[in-house]
Nanobody, 127 residues
Framework: QVQLVESGGGLVQAGGSLRLSCAAS????????MGWFRQAPGKEREFVAA????????VYADSVKGRSTISRDNTKNTVDLQMNNLKPDDTAVYYC????????????????????WGQGTQATVSS
């Protein structure tokens, strides 16, 4: 089992950047695929990005591709999401998630692919 705690959210102007971080407890962090999801008010939770256990493979939602980078450090049990050129539509609560899913064949992009979730961190982008 792993416990996840997000940080790094805040208020930023459009065009700015945020770096979200997720700290994981437990000794088996490197056993989990890690993902970031977000949920805007009145909308369903949506996939943002995911990274494989080794960090060798990453996948992104089209809405953030080219503007975001997911990375992980298995020695520190952390996974980060760097988001650049932020838009008001990026405003949401961002959640870190961990699971045993693979990232092949379209897997790893749905909430139910992940068993462990953080409490979320709010990111607000003003226009």
């Amino acid at each position: 089992q792993v416990q996840l705690v997000e940080s790094g959210g805040g208020l930023v102007q459009a065009g700015g950047s945020l770096r979200l971080s997720c700290a994981a407890s437990g000794r088996t962090f490197s056993s989990y695929t890690m993902g970031w999801f977000r949920q805007a008010p009145g909308k369903e939770r949506e996939f943002v990005a995911a990274i494989s256990r080794s960090g060798g493979r990453t996948v992104y939602a089209d809405s953030v591709k080219g503007r975001s980078t997911i990375s992980r450090d298995n020695t520190k049990n952390t996974v980060d999401l760097q988001m650049n050129n932020l838009k008001p539509d990026d405003t949401a609560v961002y959640y870190c998630a961990g699971g045993t899913t693979l990232l092949d064949y379209g897997l790893g992009r749905r909430s139910y692919d992940y068993a462990y979730w953080g409490q979320g961190t709010q990111a607000t982008v003003s226009s």
